[in-house]
């Protein structure tokens, strides 16, 4: 990625008054200058007519309102200015208002394009600056000249301009601010981060006055500031500076490169943390901004922004059409060919000919950058090391190891001294180089170098876990695992050499989202201050899920904008993150911890799968489903490969349900578990992890003909969403549980109308389930309440288990599972309009008593309409509940998402806090249904651990109904 940020071309001058004594007027105008107030003067100045000043008129007061035209980019009105004041007769006037309107000349100069014209300007005032007594129009003259030899790259001679302008400049104020922070940023441009870090916190501690703090030039600043911490990694701090920039930007008068700069910069980050069409949109919004002023060099360096984004995300044409954008706009901005940024576009179109097979030209575009680079930053530079990274990756794919190799070892040797060990890049570069050494044959070498990599990796990722709102975990999750398939495409290669290394990342990844999700519900402080925080979140969130049910203009609704809302949501979670992260962050698990967890007679397998991943990136319908196997006494796990993604899916969609196809049961037995089985000869029990459509399969119901027998009846299960709930278990069942009760909600009709068709049809078996499993809890000593029929209201569940908490809660009703409908069809009804919501957490979830009033009909959501969505479930405190089961239709379903698991209801009740959650895949008669719950609350009544309770239960349904359809449905995740 290029990191070109010029605001310093906006940088305009502060012209004070030479003269000891200040009139009124003037000095009302530098005060609003001083200020920032750039609008009000803009103003002003369209009052002034340059033809009437004479000699004792504040000229010097006209220079700063020409200056805020600048600022404003009031460009027409400068041009008029700059040309009438051109005609003044200025040897009236003082040597001081004389330069200081060249220096204003210059600037406009170079706004049009005319480099040397402006460089002609400046080079004169440095012969006659000996002439010149206003010290301020001295620094403020070699600051400027500073900033358009740092716009040139000619940085030796750029920061010999700014140091001097700091040394003529020791009175504090907007200006030496801006100063120090220049010289940081050139510093950042010459990749001295120690000596940059010094200047940007100097500058930081200017800007931090209470006079300068709502200071538009401090807005860009702090786009600065987050860019350097950027560049050194450290995203998180990016973050919170770029937010603090954007909340200023909502408050001030700032012309539109400006807002630019900023967009440019949030793209920088978004693009870092995996979010890569959102940091497309954020460069095509800064393109727009540049554009309306026609800012051409920053226009450039947006098209090639875009370009990178475009090229990264295989859209090959619209890449290729924005790098020649960007070559064209670039040759218009910068006069000088040996300007870094020209390396930089031939770099991307060097990896885009190369892509294309077009491997000569390539080649010479990837010389000719370098040479740039080498002539303009030197080899010590940030720019020069991504350069010699990314003509490695072409040799590399040309098939010259060798020189890959070199040029990777070359490029990491630049970034460790300039970024240290800990920063993306080099992390990057790991990866790189370890894949390098694989094709090489060095094997050795090629596993330490993954070892390093995905150490690295893993601290960035529960990093960026604790400091960022839930969408950004999860797109830097996806980021980051395309690291891990990289290393899991080597790995699995080599049997159980590597298994080890493959569990931990397992343990430390595995449903990551979910788990910071549930402990930021678990970690809920005590304090007052902080109490507010997590409630305004969670009204927050209760008020998008009802507008995502609303079929009213969003925009409209109660003057709330549903992106406003995320946002906010987002902040706020980043806020929890960085109050708390420290103690949510999970403890270190290894393979080792697993294997002291076990018990001889049993085994822990762990499902997981990737995408085929090589130097290009992942291949196409290429995932693959592999297991870990681990025993106590095994020195490490037992890599089992299973079978592809279209593989598992083909049998799973091979009839109506595989449990209802005795073949379909054979085939997945044969493909799932029997590589499995001859690990297992000895194994009782069996603690497993399931991953991605294994979620569809309850294991108990596979069947072995050789032993006529089905693996329920050989193996006691245990489902974990990771393997780490295994090793660190959460709570069980309380000693004097409370268990509450819901069950035959009455749906009502549609409407109004009598007699109208309901949509939810009655659960009238549920009623004896209610019942029967009160009368054996209240048999227990258990306490026992219970809605049913009008009382099973949406407003009854929520008061019951915020307020009462009990420890058990029962749900018998109907479960929604919607796929997501793209069409643009019209929404006649609110069922039909949930299937529209991108949110899977939306689309799922269970109904409750008067649903049909509002589900099958046009009439709008209320807070009481019987839809309880996963989305507003998984922001409730659930914190209390032990055990929660959903004998609903399918509680158990839901989007698999890359890994991250299910997105239905079993993640949204997990992530209220639940500790444990019986479930159903599939849905079962309600009377069977009955009689397995009867069965397990008698099992679990009697003192027996959960687990053992179902399986006790499954075992008697099955002696009555044997087909595993029946009885198989459930499972337990604890």
């Not at 740092?150 to 100063?179: C, F």
């Not at 990551?512 to 402990?519: C, E, P």
């Amino acid at each position: 990625m290029l990191w070109i940020w010029i605001y310093l071309l906006n940088s305009i001058l502060i012209l004070l008054c030479g003269e000891p004594e200040l009139a009124k007027s003037e000095l009302s105008v530098q005060i609003l200058y001083e200020q920032g107030a750039f609008c009000q003067l803009v103003e002003v100045i369209r009052s002034r007519k340059v033809s009437e000043i004479q000699e004792d008129d504040p000229l010097s007061e006209h220079l700063i309102l020409v200056n805020a035209c600048v600022k404003m980019e009031e460009w027409i009105e400068v041009e008029t200015q700059i040309e009438g004041l051109k005609t003044l007769n200025w040897a009236q006037f003082s040597n001081n208002n004389f330069w200081s309107y060249q220096i204003l000349r210059a600037k406009y100069l170079s706004y049009l394009g005319h480099g040397q014209r402006a460089d002609s300007i400046f080079k004169s005032f440095l012969v006659q600056s000996p002439g010149i007594s206003d010290s301020l129009v001295q620094s403020t003259g070699l600051f400027e000249y500073g900033h358009q030899l740092l716009q040139r790259q000619q940085y030796n001679l750029a920061q010999e301009q700014l140091q001097s302008a700091n040394n003529w400049r020791s009175k504090p104020g907007v200006l030496k601010t801006r100063i120090i922070s220049a010289i940081g940023f050139l510093l950042l441009e010459k990749s001295e981060y120690i000596s940059a870090q010094a200047y940007f916190n100097l500058a930081a501690e200017y800007w931090s006055q209470s006079t300068l703090r709502h200071h538009p030039e401090r807005i860009l600043f702090l786009s600065d500031y987050a860019l350097f911490h950027l560049r050194n990694g450290a995203l998180n701090i990016a973050d919170s500076l770029l937010t603090e920039s954007e909340k200023l930007l909502s408050e001030a008068c700032i012309a539109s490169t400006s807002i630019g700069y900023i967009a440019a910069a949030r793209a920088y980050l978004l693009f870092e943390l995996g979010d890569h069409e959102g940091a497309l949109k954020q460069h095509e919004r800064a393109y727009s901004f540049f554009e309306s002023v026609n800012n051409v060099r920053e226009m450039a360096v947006s098209a090639f922004n875009k370009a990178e984004i475009n090229f990264f995300l295989n859209r090959i044409e619209t890449a290729r059409s924005q790098y020649e954008e960007a070559t064209r706009l670039s040759s218009k901005a910068f006069s000088n060919e040996y300007h870094p940024f020209q390396a930089q576009i031939l770099l991307g179109k060097a990896a885009l000919e190369s892509y294309e097979y077009a491997d000569s030209l390539a080649n010479q575009y990837y010389d000719r950058a370098i040479m740039i680079l080498e002539q303009s930053v030197g080899q010590e530079n940030n720019f020069y090391s991504t350069a010699i990274n990314n003509y490695a990756f072409f040799h590399e794919n040309i098939g010259e190891l060798g020189l890959a190799l070199e040029g990777y070892l070359k490029a990491r040797s630049i970034d460790s001294l300039l970024l240290g060990t800990y920063h993306q890049d080099y992390n990057r570069l790991l990866f790189n180089i370890a894949r390098c050494h694989v094709k090489m044959g060095n094997i050795t070498e090629a596993r330490n170098q993954y070892r390093q990599a995905n150490e690295i990796q893993l601290k960035r990722l529960h990093s960026y876990f604790s400091d960022f709102d839930e969408r950004t975990r999860l797109s830097y999750r996806l980021e980051a695992m395309g690291h891990f398939d990289a290393f899991f495409s080597y790995a699995c290669q080599l049997g159980d050499a590597l298994t080890d290394d493959i569990q931990n990342i397992n343990l430390a990844t595995k449903n990551l989202a979910l788990d910071y999700a549930i402990k930021g519900q678990k970690y809920r402080p005590s304090g007052t201050a902080d109490n507010t925080l997590f409630e305004k979140w969670i009204q927050l969130r209760k008020r998008v899920s009802h507008l995502y049910l609303s079929k009213n203009n969003l925009e409209q609704s109660e003057s709330f904008a549903l992106d406003s809302l995320e946002e906010a949501i987002a902040k706020i979670e980043v806020e929890i993150g960085r109050r708390f992260g420290s103690t949510s962050t999970p403890p270190a698990l290894t393979a080792q911890n697993l294997r002291t967890k076990l018990e001889p007679n049993e085994a822990a397998i762990d499902f997981f799968n990737y995408h085929v991943t090589d130097e290009y990136g992942k291949v196409p319908d290429s995932v693959r489903y592999y297991a870990l196997i681990t025993r106590s006494d095994w020195p490490n796990p037992k890599l089992v490969y299973l079978c592809t993604q279209d593989e598992l899916t083909f049998l799973l969609n091979a009839s109506t349900h595989y449990t209802s196809n005795a073949e379909i049961i054979q085939r997945l037995f044969e493909q799932i578990w029997m590589p499995l089985d001859t690990h297992l000869t000895d194994v009782e029990v069996i603690h497993l992890s399931p991953e991605g459509a294994l979620h569809e399969i309850s294991f108990a119901t596979l069947f072995n003909r050789t032993d006529d027998r089905l693996l329920g009846e050989r193996f006691e299960f245990h489902y974990y969403s990771n393997l780490s709930d295994f090793i660190l278990p959460t709570k069980n069942i309380k000693t004097n549980p409370s268990i509450y009760l819901v069950g035959n909600p009455d749906y009502g009709q549609v409407g109004s109308k009598v007699g109208a068709a309901t949509f939810w049809q009655p659960l009238k078996g549920t009623i004896r389930e209610i019942n029967e499993v009160a009368k054996i809890c209240a048999n227990a000593g258990w306490e026992v309440s219970m809605d049913i029929a009008n009382n099973a209201s949406e407003a009854n569940f929520y008061r019951k288990i915020e307020q009462d908490r009990p420890t058990i809660v029962h749900l018998a009703t109907h479960g929604f599972f919607l796929q997501q409908d793209t069409l643009l069809a019209e929404e006649t009804t609110l069922g039909r309009h949930l299937t529209h919501s991108s949110l899977p957490m939306i689309r799922s979830g269970f109904v409750l008593s008067g649903v049909n009033h509002t589900w099958n009909t046009s009439s709008e959501p209320t807070y009481d309409d019987g839809i309880i969505t996963a989305l507003d479930l998984s922001i409730r405190d659930l914190s209390s509940v032990s055990l929660m089961t959903l004998s609903a239709c399918e509680s158990g379903r839901g989007l698999v998402a890359d890994g991250e698991g299910v997105f239905g209801l079993q993640r949204a009740i997990k992530q209220a806090g639940v500790s444990q959650l019986l479930i159903s895949l599939w849905p079962v008669p309600d009377h069977i249904t009955a009689l397995l719950m009867e069965a397990f609350y008698s099992n679990l009544a009697a003192d027996t651990a959960s687990t053992k309770a179902l399986s006790l239960a499954q075992e008697l349904v099955r002696r009555e109904y044997p087909n595993p359809y029946y009885w198989g449905a459930f499972v337990l995740f604890e």
